[in-house]
């Protein structure tokens, strides 16, 4: 028998999830990218692209596609599209697991200034004028145009269309993962004296938190939002064993659970 798994991803751990689950025989598999980065890396297994529609659409989705399970793999800061997933699971009646990657904790020596969105941002930074790292999706930096005595440094993966209405800026295209050394060398050579981020845990991204901290740079931090409480896992290989556990428990019975 073949379970079809739709994974909502976007995320590194998702591909690498969609990866492993794809070898099984027993699995049609369905991975699912939001649409809002432009080139996106091949991600190696079956691939839709573009919203549902809300939590109505993707309920939807689920029963005329006949999802088994439904995986949240998603970024941390996707509250909307979980809290979506998680009532079109409830509503259509599909059993959903996620992907919760642990934030990272301040260490010693950290100079973290917690806020709670990128409006805080803003106004954390003050009003003197400062050099800036932007190290946040293009579709949050335009922001900063409140703020436009800073001089902004915008790494994205696409191009920020349009531009900031701000006076001084660069614009950087990259995609990670980005290097410690690197990002020393980046924030060092730019003079940059504030690193904005979102907490998103993980190695990919790091760098640049324990680059700040060495150069003794402030970094202003987005506080996660809150998710969905559903069942979840920190790791890939934690998720793919939830996973292997619920096609044993849920399609083959107790007795093949117990060995029988």
Not at 80 to 103: D, M, T
Not at 130 to 136: G, T
Request: avoid cysteine.
């Amino acid at each position: 028998m073949t379970h079809r798994i739709l994974i909502l991803g976007g995320t590194a751990e998702a591909r690498q999830l969609a990866g492993t689950l794809a070898a099984r025989t027993d699995v049609s598999l369905t991975l699912s990218l939001a649409g809002r980065t432009e080139s996106p890396v091949a991600q190696g297994v079956p691939t839709r692209v573009g919203g549902f529609g809300g939590a109505g659409g993707l309920a939807a989705y689920l029963r005329q596609n006949q999802i088994g399970l439904l995986i949240d793999a998603t970024h941390p800061y996707a509250a909307q599209i979980s809290a979506n997933a998680a009532e079109a699971a409830h509503e259509a009646g599909v059993p959903i697991i996620a992907l919760r990657r642990p934030g990272w904790e301040p260490a010693e020596r950290d100079r973290w200034t917690l806020v709670d969105g990128v409006t805080d941002a803003v106004q954390a930074l003050g009003t003197a004028p400062r050099r800036v790292f932007l190290a946040l999706g293009r579709q949050e930096v335009a922001a900063f145009e409140a703020a436009p005595q800073h001089h902004y440094l915008i790494r994205s993966v696409d191009p920020v269309e349009p531009r900031l209405a701000v006076p001084d800026a660069t614009y950087l295209l990259a995609r990670g993962p980005f290097r410690e050394a690197d990002e020393h060398a980046l924030l060092r050579d730019h003079h940059i004296d504030a690193v904005v981020s979102k907490n998103s845990g993980g190695e990919a991204t790091y760098g640049k938190i324990a680059a700040a901290r060495a150069l003794s740079i402030e970094v202003v931090m987005i506080r996660r939002p809150a998710l969905q409480d559903v069942a979840s896992a920190e790791t890939v290989e934690a998720l793919a064993e939830m996973v292997d556990h619920f096609l044993v428990s849920h399609f083959l019975g107790p007795a093949a659970e117990r060995g029988v």
